[in-house]
């Protein structure tokens, strides 16, 4: 390990990876070290589900990309940065080894927040976050019957679906009103309850959890209303928390996120933040697609050719055997007086399409059942759209 580095980057996922992609593609050639805390570097985290499912092999997530054998660009695998001195351009790794940087980029990702109730720290008390999350998971679903999934969002609803599938009777059980009340508008979540329900999966909506019982291991989760729910496994899936503590201690300006502007410079001069640790000029993403095109903004930025992050529409899409879904835009509207919706419903073939309106510009869209319009509506969301395009978006025709 040499011990200068004119770019150092901290995190090896995701955003660190499409980064180093960008990067070799430009024809980067100043020395780079990705530290990261993992044994893999900018594997695909949004196959984890379908990794724990037996969908995929853990190759299919880490395939290599071209980037990781140029002379130039080192990884320290298995490795944490446990402080950073922007004064002395420096940071400490384990074992108190010291790397210096020119120019440094943070991309620490985020965590799962557990909630703060008796029992949370058990045996058999999981998050999935990692590929090591994911191994864990899976080994102790091999020897259980029952899982109680703390969290009805996107990862919750996709690991549920995930351990339905290796056989076990799965809980959801959730705060909110309704499945993904931050993507979906009340009648979606109905549906989505109900074909969950036919896979075999329950839940408990409006529920608190009071404590995990059990003694070592997990064996039931207590809400409040004094429901108890048996578990041989719990999975928290209760969100993601910016993981901000380092730039935090070095001094750097951190607010939801480590505080950057459009081109992801942060409060220091040479140092850079994106990801899901970053709250790039107000906003905190969690979504692949935000992550890359940070990515790609910041490889230019560091090549010389300043760049900035440009406005994108971002869609979510749900990985569940029981049905297809998708989401775009402003799904759950303020209502005022130019807002309109259109609601196509088959409940025959499990259909359901919501389009969201504000003065004739498409501002939104929930597909269930059927998500082949995703693409054409993503790029139209913030247009204009004739009536004749509107009819047809709404009943799928292409
Ligand atoms: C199970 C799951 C499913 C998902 N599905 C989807 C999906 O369907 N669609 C979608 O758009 N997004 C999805 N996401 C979100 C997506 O994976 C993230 O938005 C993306 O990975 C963000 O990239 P990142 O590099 O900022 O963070 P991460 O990929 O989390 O990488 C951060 C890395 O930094 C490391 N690190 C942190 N601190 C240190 C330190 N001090 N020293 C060294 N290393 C450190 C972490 O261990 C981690 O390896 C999913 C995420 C998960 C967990």
């Not at 020395?31 to 995929?56: D, K, M, Q, W």
């Not at 009103?177 to 074909?195: E, F, I, S, V």
């Not at 095109?293 to 900035?308: P, V």
Request: charged share 20%; with cysteine.
């Amino acid at each position: 390990m040499q011990s200068h580095y004119e770019l150092v980057i901290v995190g090896g996922g995701m955003a660190a990876g499409r980064l180093m992609h960008q990067l070799d593609e430009l024809g980067y050639n100043k020395s780079v070290a990705v530290v990261s805390n993992e044994a893999y570097t900018g594997y695909n985290r949004v196959l984890l589900p379908g990794f724990l499912a037996g969908h995929y092999q853990a190759s299919d997530l880490t395939a290599n990309d071209s980037w990781s054998t140029r002379p130039n660009f080192t990884v320290l695998p298995n490795c944490q940065v446990q402080q950073i001195n922007l004064d002395k351009r420096t940071a400490r790794l384990d074992a108190n080894k010291v790397i210096h940087f020119t120019e440094l980029v943070l991309a620490t990702g985020s965590t799962v927040p557990r909630l703060n109730v008796p029992g949370s720290d058990l045996n058999h008390v999981f998050e999935l976050r990692s590929l090591g999350d994911a191994e864990q998971l899976k080994q102790a679903a091999a020897s259980a019957n029952t899982a109680v999934v703390i969290g009805g969002g996107l990862l919750g609803l996709e690991a549920a679906d995930a351990l339905n599938d290796l056989g076990l009777k799965v809980q959801i059980v959730h705060r909110g009103p309704q499945l993904m009340n931050r993507q979906l508008d009340a009648a979606a979540g109905d549906q989505l309850a109900l074909k969950l329900a036919q896979e075999g999966i329950t839940l408990s909506l409006n529920a608190q959890v009071n404590r995990i019982l059990g003694v070592e291991r997990v064996t039931a989760v207590e809400l409040n209303d004094g429901t108890r729910h048996t578990a041989d496994l719990v999975l928290f899936a209760t969100g993601s928390s910016p993981n901000v503590a380092l730039a935090d201690q070095a001094g750097l300006n951190c607010a939801h996120g480590i505080t950057t502007d459009q081109n992801l410079r942060t409060s220091a001069p040479g140092v850079y933040a994106l990801g899901e640790c970053a709250n790039v000029d107000g906003s905190n993403f969690a979504l692949v697609e935000a992550t890359y095109a940070q990515a790609d903004a910041l490889a230019a930025t560091l090549f010389g050719r300043t760049q900035s992050v440009p406005p994108i529409t971002l869609g979510t899409r749900l990985k569940v055997s029981s049905t297809a879904l998708f989401a775009a835009g402003e799904t759950r509207p303020s209502r005022d007086d130019k807002l309109n919706d259109v609601i196509v419903e088959d409940d025959r073939d499990g259909i359901y399409r919501r389009l969201f309106f504000s003065d004739r510009k498409l501002i939104g869209a929930v597909l269930l059942g059927n998500t082949d319009a995703a693409r054409e509506i993503t790029q139209k969301i913030g247009t204009q759209i004739a009536d004749r395009d509107r009819d047809r978006l709404a009943f799928g025709i292409s």
